[in-house]
């Protein structure tokens, strides 16, 4: 549960800004992406997708995004449980 002395506002700006931020390294992720499979893959996508090791290099980048989207989703779920008790 959330502190009652919080400020409901304080939750909905931090999800807002982890929402952003979430977005922010979605697009680095799809970049970097991009630029590992021209790099490294270069139309032979079934068969770098043989390999565990290629898979999770493709993965890396959008584990930031997700932890943000993870983070953005509990401050959202604290804001509303404090705006209902109002």
């Not at 499979?37 to 997700?66: C, H, M, Q, W």
Request: charged share 25%; hydrophobic share 50%; no cysteine.
């Amino acid at each position: 549960m959330a502190p009652k002395n919080k400020d409901p506002r304080e939750y909905l700006i931090k999800s807002k800004l982890y929402r952003v931020a979430s977005y922010f390294f979605v697009a680095v992720g799809i970049f970097v992406f991009g630029v590992f499979y021209v790099k490294n893959i270069e139309g032979r996508l079934f068969d770098a997708l043989r390999d565990p090791a290629t898979i999770s290099l493709f993965i890396i980048p959008f584990v930031p995004a997700v932890a943000l989207t993870f983070l953005a989703d509990r401050a959202e779920k604290k804001y509303r449980a404090l705006i209902e008790k109002k």
